[in-house]
């Protein structure tokens, strides 16, 4: 990538994601230009260094302005079923890789089918659904598998409570289409009053009761792993926080804006007759997507970076390499994803 377009653009940059995303970006020392479509939230949210650019999602001309000059787009403004398409086809307009965060399992579908040929015509790489939901199943998942054909992935989510954005909010109301499995080799809709067990996290977690409720890591494992079943599961309390009209947004209650919620994220993998667990555990589900996007864009800046097409995180970049890179205070990782 040449040097004078090292540039990373954050489109939805006002949001709460985004501001986590561009805050990870200045932390480790990237250049990053925040596009949004208001200039009075921008001045509101970025700090004075950052350059700031306005886009609106139905002016291409805006967004191909937005882009220019920029190597990396990392798109942060859900629903993704309205913003991936128009955002990422401008990135690849512009020369850019494309980056989203995609929780919902049609948008991740479509863009790893809709923007592989294009992303290849222009070398670039689109990487639908890099963040907590999405991206770091798809990681764990590939650290632990070798090669050849696994039984069975199922991934557990636990959250101590959730406190849902409003573009979480708004995603939910718009994202009305039936949730995908993976069932005898292939995708499958999610059969209905599926009963699951429950499943033991680490302290103070402990033991939660499950459901069903698969995200975008079925999408992003089943896309290119050859898996039997894929599953995904997430604490019933933390469903109900969410179906709950009255939960409040995440409350800032640290320096970095993170709120107090805690999360468990675990990948069982079976191949061979061998079961694998790996893991990560941290605080704010929306505040740990920035170091995945953030790292993975650095990764695309380097100069021998080659691939192209649609690809899932896993695919785009190593996931052991991405994993050991996020592993801290912040975000632990755990079981046999890490070598030693």
């Known amino acids: 990538m040449n040097a004078a377009r090292q540039?990373?653009?954050?489109?939805?940059?006002?949001?709460?994601?985004?501001?986590?995303?561009?805050?990870?970006?200045?932390r480790r020392g990237l250049p990053v230009v925040a596009v949004g479509r208001s200039a009075a939230r921008l001045d509101e949210t970025m700090p004075p260094a950052v350059s700031r650019r306005i886009a609106e999602l139905d002016d291409p001309v805006s967004l191909d302005k937005a882009f220019a000059g920029c190597a990396v787009v990392i798109n942060c403004a859900g629903p993704f079923l309205d913003t991936a398409a128009p955002v990422a086809l401008a990135a690849l307009r512009a020369g850019c890789h494309y980056i989203d965060v995609t929780a919902e399992q049609a948008s991740a579908q479509a863009s790893l089918a809709d923007f592989d040929a294009p992303a290849r015509a222009a070398h670039r790489v689109v990487i639908p659904a890099a963040g907590f939901y999405g991206g770091l199943a798809d990681l764990l998942a590939s650290a632990q598998a070798s090669d050849g054909d696994i039984d069975e992935i199922t991934v557990?989510?636990?959250?101590?409570?959730?406190?849902?954005?409003?573009?979480?909010?708004?995603?939910?109301e718009r994202n009305t289409v039936?949730?995908?499995?993976?069932?005898?080799?292939r995708l499958a809709p999610l059969a209905p009053s599926v009963e699951v067990p429950d499943w033991v996290f680490s302290a103070p977690l402990g033991t939660q009761a499950m459901v069903e409720l698969p995200f975008s890591e079925v999408i992003t494992l089943a896309h290119h792993l050859k898996v039997g079943a894929i599953r995904s599961l997430l604490n019933r309390s933390a469903l109900a926080d969410i179906r709950d009209a009255s939960t409040p947004p995440p409350t800032a209650t640290d320096d970095s804006g993170r709120s107090a919620q805690r999360f468990e994220l675990a990948v069982r993998l079976v191949q061979d007759g061998v079961t694998r667990t790996a893991g990560v555990r941290g605080q704010d589900i929306y505040?740990?997507?920035?170091?995945?996007?953030v790292e993975t864009a650095r990764r695309l800046l380097a100069p021998s970076y080659r691939r192209s097409g649609a690809l899932a995180l896993a695919e785009a970049v190593d996931p052991v390499d991405l994993l050991g890179s996020l592993h801290g205070p912040a975000l632990n990782v755990f079981g046999d994803a890490l070598p030693g």
Do not use: C, S
């Open 287 to 293: 505040a740990v997507t920035a170091p995945i996007v």
């Open 156 to 172: 557990a989510i636990a959250l101590d409570r959730w406190w849902p954005t409003a573009g979480t909010r708004k995603t939910g």
């Open 178 to 185: 039936p949730r995908m499995v993976v069932t005898n080799g």
């Open 7 to 26: 540039f990373i653009a954050v489109y939805g940059a006002t949001g709460h994601t985004g501001q986590f995303v561009v805050q990870e970006a200045q």
